[in-house]
């Protein structure tokens, strides 16, 4: 009933986190069109400040890093101040978010803002993914390749966002190089087939990821800076033919960094009872020291078994998170989760965003949901 391990306290950055289970990063596109949170946010937020680490859906850095509607930003004062409320209530019940920075790259419709322009990418290559528009989910648009001054300019958009991030009251950052968005799409050879110090080998491929990373620890030092990588490449396109090689020298790179956390994606159906995903990830994880956050459909059992084994420091849970906002509380003492609605999880009201039920304990011992 206790499942200790999931709440053994640990230090992660400059944070000692009370539990072991994260909330993941999780698009929901309830913000305002200009970017501006949504004032519910506080409330979503908030319910689920018990886990031991919050991790912010994926914040836009800047209006080219923006590929679905309503999703929030990080680079205006009001996209600051509209998340100024969402920390504070966080804090006042208890909990630590970071603030996951991202820029979406060829994962874009032309059709999303600012009106009309192409997506930006490595490489002029068209993935074959969709998004979510106005319109529903569209065919994703062909991207133009970036020159080298805008890839500083795009640095220097995180480094900026990094900024507004941590005036808006974030306890520290996820820097999004995952799901084959902008970062990781210069690391897959499949969407970056340039031909200067940013493509080619691995060692160039993942040089503006490290560059990024290394302006963002500038900001605010490495211990209140985490990553997420998704090696197996397994969404929106990008292709890796050798995620051992590529990701083992990331890793070790960043491993030298002294990050707060690394945070893997280590596969979108999970990695439970499939020895080849598991032995990848395991070959990959070698190369980093530090603490080492799972993802990929990890349940109570399986979320207990790998913390008590050394497999990870914590898991970051999704849907399950989603539907149950005390889902430290209920895995504790056994209590079943909600269900969750996946007609809900994208744009709409509070409906599937706020309202899902807490459980309680009564004085007889059983677990009540209401």
Not at 2 to 28: E, K, Y
Not at 81 to 96: C, L, S
Not at 291 to 308: H, Q, R
């Amino acid at each position: 009933m206790a499942h200790d391990n999931l709440f053994v306290p640990h230090g992660v950055g400059d944070l000692t986190v009370p539990n072991r289970v994260f909330l993941a990063p999780m698009a929901r596109n309830r913000a305002h069109d200009d970017g501006t949170p949504w004032a519910d946010a506080a409330i979503y937020y908030a319910q689920r400040a018990s886990a031991g680490l919050m991790i912010s859906e994926a914040v836009d850095v800047s209006p080219l890093g923006k590929g679905y509607i309503k999703t929030p930003g990080i680079y205006t004062e009001s996209h600051v101040e509209g998340w100024k409320p969402i920390t504070a209530a966080v804090h006042a019940n208890g909990g630590r978010i970071y603030c996951q920075l991202g820029h979406v790259g060829r994962i874009r419709n032309s059709s999303v803002e600012p009106e009309g322009e192409p997506p930006v990418a490595p490489s002029a290559i068209r993935a074959e993914a969709k998004t979510f528009t106005h319109d529903g989910f569209q065919d994703v648009s062909r991207p133009r390749a970036l020159n080298v001054d805008e890839l500083h300019q795009i640095m220097a958009n995180y480094a900026h966002a990094t900024r507004c991030a941590m005036r808006a009251g974030f306890d520290g950052v996820e820097i999004h190089s995952a799901n084959g968005y902008l970062l990781n799409q210069f690391l897959a050879p499949g969407s970056n087939t340039r031909d200067d110090a940013y493509g080619g080998g691995i060692e160039h491929r993942c040089r503006f990821v490290l560059e990024v990373v290394d302006r963002v620890i500038q900001e605010i030092g490495a211990h209140k800076v985490g990553i997420r990588l998704s090696p197996l490449g397994e969404v929106n396109d990008v292709d890796e033919p050798d995620p051992e090689a590529l990701y083992g020298h990331l890793v070790s790179e960043l491993d030298k960094r002294g990050l707060a956390y690394l945070h893997m994606a280590e596969s979108f159906s999970g990695i439970a009872g499939n020895p080849e995903k598991t032995a990848t990830i395991n070959a990959i994880r070698k190369h980093w020291y530090g603490f080492y956050v799972a993802n990929g459909n990890y349940s109570l059992a399986t979320a207990e078994k790998s913390i008590a084994e050394g497999w990870c420091h914590a898991v970051a849970i999704g849907r399950l998170f989603l539907s149950t906002p005390d889902l430290p509380s209920r895995w504790h003492h056994d209590i079943e989760l909600n269900e969750p609605n996946k007609d809900t999880f994208y744009g709409g009201t509070h409906a599937g965003y706020t309202d899902y039920p807490f459980a309680t304990l009564g004085r007889d011992g059983h677990s009540y949901v209401g």
